[in-house]
Protein backbone atom coordinates (compact mmCIF):
# COMPACT_ATOMS: atom_id res chain seq x y z
CA UNK A 1 0.00 0.00 0.00
CA UNK A 2 2.54 2.29 0.76
CA UNK A 3 4.80 1.44 -1.96
CA UNK A 4 1.78 2.36 -4.35
CA UNK A 5 1.29 5.53 -2.70
CA UNK A 6 4.60 6.93 -3.51
CA UNK A 7 4.39 5.79 -6.88
CA UNK A 8 0.94 7.45 -7.61
CA UNK A 9 2.89 10.42 -5.36
CA UNK A 10 5.85 10.25 -7.90
CA UNK A 11 3.64 10.18 -11.06
CA UNK A 12 1.53 13.23 -10.35
CA UNK A 13 4.90 15.17 -9.31
CA UNK A 14 6.02 14.39 -12.94
CA UNK A 15 2.87 15.46 -14.94
CA UNK A 16 2.62 18.59 -12.93
CA UNK A 17 6.29 19.42 -13.71
CA UNK A 18 5.27 18.79 -17.63
CA UNK A 19 6.28 22.33 -18.94
CA UNK A 20 5.54 21.21 -22.83
CA UNK A 21 1.35 22.04 -22.01
CA UNK A 22 -0.04 22.62 -25.27
CA UNK A 23 -2.22 26.27 -25.01
CA UNK A 24 -4.95 26.51 -27.33
CA UNK A 25 -4.72 30.01 -28.39
CA UNK A 26 -8.24 31.39 -30.27
CA UNK A 27 -8.66 31.30 -33.94
CA UNK A 28 -7.84 35.05 -35.59
CA UNK A 29 -10.26 37.34 -36.50
CA UNK A 30 -9.67 38.75 -39.79
CA UNK A 31 -11.05 41.76 -41.08
CA UNK A 32 -13.96 40.98 -43.79
CA UNK A 33 -13.57 42.73 -46.92
CA UNK A 34 -15.37 43.13 -50.34
CA UNK A 35 -14.04 43.77 -53.73
CA UNK A 36 -15.95 44.86 -57.05
CA UNK A 37 -14.76 41.61 -59.02
CA UNK A 38 -16.10 38.36 -60.41
CA UNK A 39 -13.01 36.45 -59.78
CA UNK A 40 -10.04 36.22 -57.28
CA UNK A 41 -6.60 34.74 -57.14
CA UNK A 42 -4.10 34.86 -54.26
CA UNK A 43 -0.63 34.29 -55.82
CA UNK A 44 2.61 33.69 -53.22
CA UNK A 45 5.65 35.01 -54.80
CA UNK A 46 8.77 33.65 -53.46
CA UNK A 47 9.56 30.79 -50.56
CA UNK A 48 6.64 31.59 -47.80
CA UNK A 49 6.75 28.96 -44.84
CA UNK A 50 3.63 26.84 -44.44
CA UNK A 51 2.12 28.67 -41.72
CA UNK A 52 1.97 31.64 -43.14
CA UNK A 53 0.20 30.26 -46.57
CA UNK A 54 -2.33 28.14 -44.39
CA UNK A 55 -3.20 31.28 -42.51
CA UNK A 56 -3.15 33.45 -45.83
CA UNK A 57 -5.53 31.12 -47.62
CA UNK A 58 -7.41 30.63 -44.65
CA UNK A 59 -7.92 34.31 -44.70
CA UNK A 60 -8.19 34.88 -48.69
CA UNK A 61 -10.89 32.03 -49.14
CA UNK A 62 -13.01 32.91 -45.87
CA UNK A 63 -12.58 36.81 -45.39
CA UNK A 64 -11.81 38.33 -48.90
CA UNK A 65 -15.54 38.39 -50.70
CA UNK A 66 -16.18 39.68 -54.02
CA UNK A 67 -19.41 40.71 -55.70
CA UNK A 68 -18.91 42.43 -58.52
CA UNK A 69 -20.24 41.60 -62.48
CA UNK A 70 -17.31 41.77 -63.98
CA UNK A 71 -12.90 42.52 -63.74
CA UNK A 72 -10.58 40.49 -61.52
CA UNK A 73 -8.68 40.68 -58.65
CA UNK A 74 -5.17 39.19 -58.02
CA UNK A 75 -3.45 39.36 -54.82
CA UNK A 76 0.23 38.76 -54.52
CA UNK A 77 2.74 38.36 -51.50
CA UNK A 78 5.96 38.95 -52.12
CA UNK A 79 9.46 39.32 -50.09
CA UNK A 80 8.51 38.13 -47.09
CA UNK A 81 11.62 38.31 -44.50
CA UNK A 82 12.29 36.53 -41.27
CA UNK A 83 15.32 37.26 -39.22
CA UNK A 84 15.91 36.37 -35.59
CA UNK A 85 17.92 38.64 -33.71
CA UNK A 86 19.64 38.40 -30.09
CA UNK A 87 18.19 41.23 -27.30
CA UNK A 88 18.93 41.16 -23.74
CA UNK A 89 18.54 37.69 -22.35
CA UNK A 90 16.59 36.39 -25.31
CA UNK A 91 15.57 36.24 -28.73
CA UNK A 92 13.44 38.79 -31.61
CA UNK A 93 12.24 37.72 -34.39
CA UNK A 94 10.65 40.42 -36.93
CA UNK A 95 8.85 39.32 -40.24
CA UNK A 96 7.90 41.62 -42.84
CA UNK A 97 5.76 41.25 -46.05
CA UNK A 98 4.88 43.03 -49.00
CA UNK A 99 1.27 42.75 -51.04
CA UNK A 100 0.23 44.19 -54.16
CA UNK A 101 -3.38 43.92 -55.33
CA UNK A 102 -4.62 44.14 -58.61
CA UNK A 103 -8.26 45.21 -59.77
CA UNK A 104 -9.16 45.49 -63.28
CA UNK A 105 -11.97 45.94 -65.58
CA UNK A 106 -11.49 44.44 -68.71
CA UNK A 107 -14.54 46.37 -70.29
CA UNK A 108 -13.53 49.80 -69.02
CA UNK A 109 -10.38 49.10 -69.62
CA UNK A 110 -10.16 50.15 -65.99
CA UNK A 111 -6.65 48.91 -63.60
CA UNK A 112 -6.35 50.04 -59.80
CA UNK A 113 -3.25 48.74 -57.75
CA UNK A 114 -3.19 48.88 -54.26
CA UNK A 115 0.51 48.42 -52.91
CA UNK A 116 1.69 47.64 -49.10
CA UNK A 117 3.99 46.70 -46.79
CA UNK A 118 2.91 44.89 -43.19
CA UNK A 119 5.71 43.95 -40.26
CA UNK A 120 5.01 42.74 -36.72
CA UNK A 121 8.10 41.45 -34.38
CA UNK A 122 8.10 39.23 -31.10
CA UNK A 123 10.03 38.55 -28.35
CA UNK A 124 10.82 35.93 -26.12
CA UNK A 125 13.33 36.46 -22.76
CA UNK A 126 14.31 34.61 -20.33
CA UNK A 127 15.26 30.58 -20.69
CA UNK A 128 13.51 28.51 -23.50
CA UNK A 129 13.06 25.44 -25.97
CA UNK A 130 13.49 25.27 -29.64
CA UNK A 131 9.56 24.26 -29.13
CA UNK A 132 8.88 27.46 -27.64
CA UNK A 133 10.65 29.56 -30.23
CA UNK A 134 8.94 28.14 -33.23
CA UNK A 135 5.74 28.92 -31.52
CA UNK A 136 6.77 32.28 -31.37
CA UNK A 137 7.44 32.52 -34.76
CA UNK A 138 3.62 31.04 -35.37
CA UNK A 139 2.28 33.75 -33.13
CA UNK A 140 4.17 36.36 -35.05
CA UNK A 141 3.29 35.22 -38.46
CA UNK A 142 -0.26 34.75 -37.48
CA UNK A 143 -0.19 38.61 -36.18
CA UNK A 144 1.59 39.87 -39.75
CA UNK A 145 -1.56 37.82 -41.48
CA UNK A 146 -4.06 39.98 -38.98
CA UNK A 147 -2.00 43.24 -39.75
CA UNK A 148 -1.89 42.44 -43.67
CA UNK A 149 -5.94 42.06 -43.03
CA UNK A 150 -6.26 45.63 -41.33
CA UNK A 151 -4.05 47.37 -43.60
CA UNK A 152 -5.55 46.05 -46.90
CA UNK A 153 -9.22 47.17 -45.75
CA UNK A 154 -8.28 50.69 -44.94
CA UNK A 155 -6.40 51.08 -48.40
CA UNK A 156 -10.14 49.92 -50.03
Same mark, same amino acid.
Given at each position: ?? /?? *?????? =? +?????? /?? &????? %????? #? ?10 ? =? ?13 ? &???? !? /? ?6 ? $????? #? ?12 ? &? ?7 ? $????? =? $? ?19 ? %?? !?????? +??? *???? %??? !? ?7 ? *?????
Amino acid at each position: MK /NS *LITIFF =L +FLINCS /NT &NAIVD %TPAPQ #FETMTFDAVTKE =LLFDGDFPEHFKDLS &NNWF !D /NKVKINGL $EGSMI #FTLKNYTEQSSKIN &NGRKIDITV $EFQVI =L $EKSSLSQKKVIKGKVKSYSTL %TG !DFSLSE +FDQ *LIKK %TQT !DLVLRLSRD *LKSKI
